[in-house]
């Protein structure tokens, strides 16, 4: 089992070396020249505005909170999606069941308009 | 003649004669028991992590030409430099020019992870090719994990962070707008995809990624359509090509969320979004397109690596001419796609699936045949397929009588007031 | 000592260190990202443990969808980036002494069964124990399903907390 993890861990090394290797290349090679002038953010010309780091809507996180729903059902479902040629038929209906309740919730929050970008 | 027949055999498996070939040099050098299988290991992995960077290389430059041709315009054969025949050699004049371009950092940025979000991003999709397989048995695949498709999932989806490490720490409001934006069009999809994974892996019965190759003696494009187009829309997605790209929309947030990178570094998150177009090639080749599997593979292993290149290229292909002929939705209408239309379908055609997978099995205590199996499974997407056709046009025929309803009414109330 | 338990203290000091980061550093969104490394660090851990599904589910889980939900929240806070708030309020001798009758009891019941380690080796097929343990009924398939009303539960939570407007 462990074995098998070794060439995610040597393909580790060579990905951060991919990743590193180019933004250090270039800052070996690239001319500095600072200004005050290219420190501006770019905000299509106009001089910025307060900071950016404000108040965001909630709206961003019900999607958030929704995807990690499905995402805690999904790992339930792998394990039962896994074994599902060796079960009976009750035990597929169970995981059907599963999934038809989180359909009924995602129609639930659909109707309430939780879904709908505002 | 023996040497030529010698010669066939090595070619017929090469790549894995060529690992063989190298690890009994490392054995007759003396090295000690675990390290020739580990340096063996260690070039593997170096040659799955280029693979992706090359295809790019020339991915970019083909999906130049072809863009140019298909919309008329001029390609980086007619650049006005020369950059090699048919201007192949575009890429690296691209690449060398961003590495020596300067950096420009605006101010007030949060340096550690500004510095770190490009690195990041460009890790975190070569790890995805860890477990894909390039052709037949245990040696032309990085390693076969037994939760195969579950760590590609897994580590995709563990990346969304660096979007928002990019577009917050750049201190620009266009960009932690887009990272958000592109963190919500994100994860939404990332749902109708493991939804569509789910029913793969429940039909083929195991999450490897060799397996769930063996199990499609009929390729599952063909058994199960809806599921291979939910998972290709959520995948189109996902990378970020035309009819969904939020991401960038470069007219309303100017570039999203790395606007105020430039030079290698907005580099790298090109190159990461073109890598991770490749890989989903590649992950939508496994699942749904049967892989390595191809006439005469038995015969010569090396035929597997083909196939799959061919059937990846095809998959580019198809990804290129929606990206290049589909104009962008607007942000609403995609998360519309996604919860109202996508979501639904994706669980409602698991559980289709699922038991009427279970029911063919029933049906055939002896083991249904294969083209049995994937006939019924077809015909129960058709029947699906209509059904939602269906549903949707009296959907919008109802809508439309309401918007006639509401204009008639609004024609009345001018006229009263007239 | 071996490979493994080199890497074991290895990740666990990442694992630690980042943890100790996620409470000392001042701007929130870098505790986020610490939280980050932590959630990393345990999925080598569980790599270790020859649970690979557990490593994808922490990177699924924890990595993906949890850390993004708090930075989203993060995001939500107002000001927050801009004043440092102050480390400790007035009820942090509660917090401390709290804190250290965990860390006692933790203590004592490592100390009391040190040897709690097994010797069996992990079974091949862990992943396909566990779908068939979640769905035998004289298993797991009532908190399986009840697991899926949870989810329901929090759902629908979450929509009447966005709409409260």
Same mark, same amino acid.
């Not at chain 2, 109708?192 to 039909?203: E, K, R, S």
């Not at chain 3, 079974?123 to 009532?142: M, Q, R, S």
């Given at each position: 089992?462990?074995?098998?993890? $070794?060439?995610?861990?040597?393909?580790?090394?060579?990905?951060?070396?991919?990743?590193?290797?180019?933004?250090?290349?270039?800052?070996?090679?690239?001319?500095?020249?600072?200004?005050?002038?290219?420190?501006?953010?770019?905000?299509?010309?106009?001089?910025?505005?307060?900071?950016?780091?404000?108040?965001?809507?909630?709206?961003?996180?019900?999607?958030?909170?929704?995807?990690? $729903?499905?995402?805690?059902?999904?790992?339930?479902?792998?394990?039962?999606?896994?074994?599902?040629?060796?079960?009976?038929?009750?035990?597929? $209906?169970?995981?059907?069941?599963?999934?038809?309740?989180?359909?009924?919730?995602?129609?639930?929050?659909?109707?309430?308009?939780?879904?709908?970008?505002? | 003649?023996?040497?030529?027949?010698?010669?066939?055999?090595?070619?017929?498996?090469?790549?894995?004669?060529?690992?063989?070939?190298?690890?009994?040099?490392?054995?007759?050098?003396?090295?000690?028991?675990?390290?020739?299988?580990?340096?063996?290991?260690?070039?593997?992995?170096?040659?799955? &992590?280029?693979?992706?960077?090359?295809?790019?290389?020339?991915?970019?430059?083909?999906?130049?030409?072809?863009?140019?041709?298909?919309?008329?315009?001029?390609?980086?054969?007619?650049?006005?430099?020369?950059?090699?025949?048919?201007?192949?050699?575009?890429?690296?004049?691209?690449?060398?020019?961003? @590495?020596?371009?300067?950096?420009?950092?605006?101010?007030?940025?949060?340096?550690? +992870?500004?510095?770190?979000?490009?690195?990041?991003?460009?890790?975190?999709?070569?790890?995805?090719?860890?477990?894909? +397989?390039?052709?037949?048995? &245990?040696? %032309?695949?990085?390693?076969?994990?037994?939760?195969?498709?579950?760590? @590609? %999932?897994? =580590?995709?989806?563990?990346?969304?962070?660096?979007?928002?490490?990019?577009?917050?720490?750049?201190?620009?409001?266009?960009?932690?707008?887009?990272? =958000?934006?592109?963190? #919500?069009?994100?994860?939404?999809?990332?749902? +109708?995809?493991?939804?569509?994974?789910?029913?793969?892996?429940?039909?083929?019965?195991?999450?490897?990624?060799?397996?769930? @190759?063996?199990?499609?003696?009929?390729?599952?494009?063909?058994?199960? +359509?809806?599921?291979?187009?939910? =998972?290709?829309?959520?995948?189109?997605?996902?990378?970020?090509?035309?009819?969904?790209?939020?991401?960038?929309?470069?007219?309303?947030?100017?570039? &999203?969320?790395?606007?105020?990178?430039?030079?290698?570094?907005?580099?790298?998150?090109?190159?990461?979004?073109?890598?991770?177009?490749?890989?989903?090639?590649?992950?939508?080749?496994?699942?749904?397109?049967? &892989?390595?599997?191809?006439?005469?593979?038995?015969?010569?292993?090396?035929?597997?690596?083909?196939?799959?290149?061919?059937?990846?290229?095809?998959?580019?292909?198809?990804?290129?001419?929606?990206?290049?002929?589909?104009?962008?939705?607007?942000?609403?209408?995609?998360?519309?796609?996604?919860?109202?239309?996508?979501?639904?379908?994706?669980?409602?055609?698991?559980?289709?699936?699922?038991?009427?997978?279970?029911?063919?099995?029933?049906?055939?205590?002896?083991?249904?045949?294969?083209?049995?199996?994937?006939?019924?499974? %077809? #015909?129960?997407?058709?029947?699906?397929?209509?059904?939602?056709?269906?549903?949707?046009?009296?959907?919008?025929?109802?809508?439309?009588?309401?918007?006639?309803?509401?204009?008639?009414?609004?024609?009345?109330?001018?006229?009263?007031?007239? | 000592?071996?490979?493994? *338990?080199?890497?074991?203290?290895?990740?666990?000091?990442?694992?630690?260190?980042?943890?100790?980061?996620?409470?000392?550093?001042?701007?929130?969104?870098?505790?986020?990202?610490?939280?980050?490394?932590?959630?990393?660090?345990?999925?080598?851990?569980?790599?270790?443990?020859?649970?690979?599904?557990?490593?994808?589910? *922490?990177?699924?889980?924890?990595?993906?969808?949890?850390?993004?939900?708090?930075?989203?929240?993060?995001?939500?806070?107002?000001?927050?980036?801009?004043?440092?708030?102050?480390?400790?309020?007035? *009820?942090?001798?509660?917090?401390?002494?709290?804190?250290?009758?965990?860390?006692?009891? /933790?203590?004592?019941?490592?100390?009391?069964?040190?040897?709690?380690?097994?010797? *069996?080796?992990?079974?091949?097929?862990?992943?396909?124990?566990?779908?068939?343990?979640?769905?035998?009924?004289?298993? /797991?398939?009532?908190?399986?399903?009840?697991?899926?009303?949870?989810?329901?539960?929090?759902?629908?939570?979450?929509?009447?907390?966005?709409?409260?407007?």
């Amino acid at each position: 089992m462990l074995e098998q993890f $070794i060439f995610v861990g040597l393909l580790f090394f060579v990905a951060a070396l991919l990743g590193a290797l180019p933004p250090a290349l270039a800052w070996v090679l690239r001319p500095k020249r600072p200004h005050p002038r290219k420190g501006e953010p770019y905000e299509c010309g106009i001089y910025p505005h307060g900071e950016a780091w404000v108040q965001y809507k909630a709206q961003y996180y019900i999607f958030a909170l929704v995807f990690m $729903i499905f995402d805690v059902e999904a790992v339930f479902l792998f394990p039962w999606a896994l074994v599902y040629n060796w079960l009976p038929l009750y035990a597929v $209906i169970e995981g059907v069941l599963f999934l038809l309740l989180l359909l009924g919730a995602l129609v639930y929050a659909w109707r309430k308009g939780a879904l709908e970008w505002v | 003649m023996e040497f030529l027949n010698r010669l066939l055999a090595f070619l017929a498996n090469a790549i894995v004669n060529i690992g063989d070939w190298i690890q009994g040099l490392l054995v007759n050098a003396g090295l000690p028991d675990p390290w020739p299988l580990l340096i063996v290991r260690a070039i593997g992995a170096i040659v799955v &992590g280029f693979f992706p960077l090359i295809v790019v290389i020339f991915l970019i430059w083909a999906y130049r030409k072809i863009s140019a041709r298909m919309q008329g315009r001029l390609g980086p054969n007619s650049s006005g430099t020369w950059a090699g025949p048919w201007g192949i050699l575009q890429t690296f004049a691209d690449a060398i020019k961003m @590495i020596v371009k300067e950096d420009i950092r605006p101010q007030g940025i949060d340096p550690v +992870p500004y510095n770190l979000a490009p690195v990041l991003v460009v890790f975190a999709s070569v790890m995805l090719w860890a477990v894909i +397989p390039f052709g037949p048995g &245990g040696a %032309l695949i990085g390693t076969d994990l037994n939760i195969g498709i579950f760590y @590609i %999932l897994a =580590f995709s989806s563990a990346a969304l962070f660096i979007f928002l490490m990019a577009g917050w720490s750049s201190n620009n409001k266009y960009a932690t707008v887009g990272a =958000f934006r592109a963190v #919500a069009q994100l994860v939404g999809y990332e749902i +109708p995809q493991l939804l569509a994974i789910l029913t793969v892996v429940a039909v083929a019965g195991t999450m490897k990624m060799q397996g769930i @190759i063996a199990a499609q003696n009929v390729i599952f494009l063909v058994a199960m +359509p809806l599921t291979a187009f939910i =998972f290709y829309m959520a995948t189109l997605a996902e990378i970020n090509a035309r009819p969904f790209e939020l991401l960038e929309a470069e007219s309303e947030l100017v570039c &999203g969320y790395f606007v105020e990178y430039s030079g290698m570094k907005f580099g790298m998150f090109y190159l990461a979004e073109f890598m991770n177009s490749v890989a989903v090639a590649a992950i939508f080749t496994t699942l749904f397109l049967g &892989g390595w599997r191809g006439p005469w593979v038995d015969v010569a292993p090396i035929l597997g690596t083909v196939w799959f290149l061919m059937k990846m290229g095809l998959v580019i292909l198809m990804w290129m001419f929606i990206q290049i002929t589909l104009p962008r939705l607007r942000i609403d209408q995609m998360l519309n796609f996604n919860w109202k239309f996508l979501t639904p379908l994706a669980i409602i055609n698991l559980c289709v699936t699922v038991l009427v997978n279970k029911g063919i099995t029933e049906a055939f205590p002896g083991g249904a045949p294969a083209w049995t199996r994937a006939g019924i499974l %077809l #015909a129960t997407n058709v029947l699906l397929v209509l059904i939602v056709w269906g549903f949707s046009a009296l959907g919008q025929r109802r809508t439309q009588r309401r918007m006639m309803a509401w204009e008639a009414a609004q024609t009345a109330e001018l006229e009263v007031g007239a | 000592m071996t490979l493994v *338990q080199v890497l074991f203290i290895l990740f666990g000091l990442i694992v630690l260190a980042a943890a100790v980061a996620v409470v000392i550093v001042r701007n929130l969104f870098h505790a986020a990202l610490w939280l980050m490394l932590v959630f990393f660090g345990m999925a080598g851990i569980y790599v270790l443990l020859e649970a690979p599904f557990f490593t994808a589910a *922490q990177l699924f889980i924890y990595m993906g969808a949890i850390g993004i939900l708090i930075i989203f929240a993060v995001m939500l806070t107002r000001g927050m980036m801009r004043q440092p708030m102050p480390r400790a309020n007035e *009820q942090w001798w509660l917090a401390a002494l709290l804190a250290a009758v965990l860390l006692g009891v /933790f203590v004592y019941l490592i100390l009391r069964n040190v040897t709690v380690a097994t010797a *069996q080796a992990v079974p091949e097929n862990t992943i396909h124990l566990l779908g068939l343990a979640l769905v035998n009924p004289e298993g /797991f398939a009532l908190p399986f399903e009840v697991a899926s009303v949870l989810l329901v539960m929090a759902l629908i939570g979450a929509v009447t907390i966005v709409r409260e407007r």
